[in-house]
Structure formats: C-alpha cells, structure tokens
C-alpha cells in the first residue's frame, strides 16, 4: 500500500465582500475540504464551474493564503503542516508541489523566452546558471519539443506548445506533487488527447502524484485512480473511479454523470437519468443546511436544517448525503 504522501483537514478559502448596506459578507469558496492523497496516485477533481476547484488548487500552492485548515506533506516519514510555515520556510518546498495553469497563453509572460520561462524556478531556487540551461535543455525534450525553442518566445507556438512548456516549468523543479487545473481545457480536442498522454507518461517516468482539476468527466475517467466530487466548496463524494461511474450515490454526482452526452441517438431517447433543475445557493452567507437541497429531487425536512458530513459508505467510498 502507498503512503499518504498529502492530507487536506478542513482547508477553507473565504473571500470578504464588502457590501454598503448589509457591511461585510465571506464569499465561501471552499468551505471545510478534507481529502487524502497517495503517493502516486492521481485524484481526479471534478464539479461545474465556480465550484471552487480552482481556488483549492491555488490555495495548496499558496497563490491564495487559506483561511483555516491543515496541509501535510509528508517528508522523510515526517509530515509537515505547509500552511503554518511562514512564507520564507514555505519558500524550501515549493520544488515539491508544483501547479500546470488552465490557459496556457496568459500564464507565460510574454516578454520572456521560452529558457527564462522554464528557468525562473529555478533561479529562483539559487541553481547555478549553466546548470539551469542545461535543466531546461533537458526537460524541453522530455515533453518533446525542440531544444532550439529555448530562444523564442511564447506567441511564436501554438496552444498544445504552449502547454508543454508550462508543463515543462513545473517539472524542471523535480516536483512529487503536481497540481493540474484543467490542463487541457483550452485547447482543440485532438491536441488534448497528447497533452493528457504526455501526462500519463511522464507520472509513470517521474513518479508523480497528481491532483487533476477538470469538468470533462472522460479526462477524468481515463488519467484517475480515485475521483472526489466538489459542489460549491464543499467535497459531497469520493470514490475509485470505477466505483464512481459503476454506483454514484450522491444525488449530484448521478446528476453530472447523466449529462454526459450519448452519440447514440436511440440510447440518448431511452436514457432517464436525473435532471438538475432549480436555483444554485449562494456561496456567500450559505445557510448550515445541505447546499445542494435546492436542486435535489430528493431533498427531506432534515437537508434544511443539517449540513450533511462526509462519512464512509463503503472501504474506499464516502458521501455527504443523508439518504446514506
């Protein structure tokens, strides 16, 4: 059995709105997340759009500072609380947690040459001039582009190159833990299947463990070992991947399973899945009740009164509902 290599305990990222006659308001974007990850092992993040995916990610990399809440790195059999590090201790372990951005065009700096992309890391980190020169050679080839891209700059390369080099930014730091916010989402569909290819090998040659941001539910399905299900900050279930597809217990998660499109003309008639229809509560002042019990065709008294907990159905299976 692999070892935790990190452990998520109740991580929250509230935003405080100001608002000129109510005062202040937190916008709750992840609210109390809770999560273990193996080494090696790719957990697939999945939810619709401003669920708050993205703000986790950002938040374990400490783009955003969290609000509460706990992340153990485990290090030579010790594990370390990365958010009650100052950012000066913090500074030694970023090497190890790295994150691929969603738009590969807006996260390279477009004033710097592919070399000084890949390198800023690096340099960053004291490594020595011709070492990062020759780091950089190396790892441009590793995610197969040309050594002499070195030299040139980011609108000279397409979208699936762009993405390589920004994969090749994060890997160049010998990371054990990378964080991959829809990687590849913004770009064409035959160019997503070599980035999510290119993926798979390099996390059996480098031997990475992966946390995978995404809403296409095939990507996720086809790269991950155990896929957790987010609805407005919160973790409603989580499952191996097989599991997940084969019996969804929470009723939002049959919900986004059902609106996979069938090709299938005659299937997709005869398909009677769940049809999630009614307002999205607000993430702002959400009420301590079940956020999902607006949507819910099988909502009770007590999903109004009670925020369900995350607790296990099965060995590998937990649900936030309380139909379970």
């Known amino acids: 059995m ?67 809440g706990k992340f153990y790195f485990s290090e030579n059999g010790q594990k370390i609380d990365l958010f009650s590090l100052k950012n000066s201790d913090f500074e030694k372990f970023r090497p190890k947690i790295q994150m691929i951005f969603q738009d590969p065009y807006s996260s390279l700096n477009p004033r710097m040459t592919v070399l000084d992309i890949i390198t800023e890391g690096l340099k960053n980190q004291k490594v020595p001039a011709r070492e990062r020169k020759n780091l950089a050679s190396e790892m441009i080839q590793v995610v197969g582009l040309k050594r002499e891209y070195l030299t040139r700059y980011p609108h000279e390369f397409s979208g699936g190159q762009r993405q390589r080099i920004g994969i090749a930014r994060a890997l160049v730091l010998k990371p054990k833990f990378l964080i991959c916010d829809e990687p590849v989402s913004a770009l064409d569909v035959s160019v997503q299947a070599q980035i999510i290819n290119l993926l798979v090998e390099l996390k059996q040659s480098f031997g990475l463990t992966y946390l995978l941001i995404s809403h296409d539910l095939a990507v996720v399905k086809y790269i991950s070992d155990k896929i957790a299900v987010m609805y407005l900050g919160n973790i409603v279930e989580v499952a191996k991947t097989d599991d997940l597809f084969d019996n969804p217990l929470h009723p939002y998660t049959k919900g986004l399973l059902d609106s996979i499109p069938i090709a299938n003309p005659r299937l997709r008639k005869l398909s009677k899945g769940i049809l999630l229809q009614g307002e999205l509560t607000s993430p702002i002042d959400p009420p301590n009740a079940c956020l999902f019990a607006p949507r819910c065709p099988y909502k009770m008294k007590r999903c109004t009164q009670e925020k369900p907990k995350l607790k296990q159905v099965s060995a590998e299976h937990k649900v936030a509902c309380f139909l379970y």
């Open 2 to 68: 692999s070892e935790t290599l990190c452990e998520l305990v109740d991580v929250s990222k509230w935003f405080t709105l100001k608002e000129r006659i109510k005062g202040k308001s937190l916008l709750k974007a992840v609210d109390g997340v809770s999560l273990k990850i193996k080494d090696g092992e790719t957990i697939g993040l999945v939810g619709e759009s401003g669920c708050g995916k993205t703000t986790l990610g950002r938040s374990l990399v400490r783009l955003y500072e969290p609000t509460r």
